[in-house]
């Protein structure tokens, strides 16, 4: 796969005449850039990064032109709470794909309530791996999110697929750059990075993620005890 990979970006952004200007996107930044043998040079924009963090995504301006050339600015409270949370840089960011599916629903029915996009896009392997990885115990950092607090974490920009549950840093840092956690506020974001569910959303499958997993690890007179119902009980919650 690295020798077919390798021969497309060469020849598509080394030895093209035609092109002046190439983005290459995705999850996590491109690493050990010398494997593509003449194209490592990149520039690398992360969800960290100021520079065109307002590209990442759609922001309240350009939500609120959007719903106000349809006659529907009395949704954007409704919108901002399911889709909206995410910070890029410095930029406070709406999810462009939540945002143009709902529209494209309520346009035809403005009592269309908002639905997890999200859910139907990704099987959320990544997420669900985190909670039930066995040799982490981030049960309380969950809960903590869940009931709408912030953690605070080590981030890495340098994380491989291979690398992901290699420790705990990974993990989270895997989690901001996908989007199932969004940075807390707008100060830098590199090292130590406060961290929450940016929206209703997101927060939906982190409860559908833990519960889960405590169904599956809690014993069955556990279950059935105060103990136990508790527990479920306040991750639902």
Known sequence: MLD???????ISLKTNEYLKL???TGCLRISKESIFNGVN????????????????????????DMLKAFGMSDKMKLIRGWYDGYIFGNTEVFCPWDVASY????????EEEPKNYWADTSSNAILN?????????ASEKFEVLLNGGFIT???????TYDRIADS?????SVLLMTGYVSKADKTAGRGKVKLRIPNAEIADLFKDAVVARFERTLDAGSARGADGNLLYKSMNQ
């Open 4 to 10: 077919v990979i390798r021969g497309i970006m060469s």
């Open 22 to 24: 190439a983005v290459v």
């Open 41 to 64: 040079n990149f520039a690398c924009y992360s969800v960290t990064s100021r520079k065109f963090s307002h590209y990442f995504g759609f922001t309240k301006d350009e939500v609120a």
């Open 103 to 110: 529209l494209s629903v309520v346009i035809g029915d403005e």
């Open 129 to 137: 791996d985190f909670v039930n990885n066995e040799k982490i115990d």
């Open 153 to 159: 974490e080590d981030i890495s920009e340098e994380v």
């Open 168 to 172: 705990e840093k990974n993990l989270w």
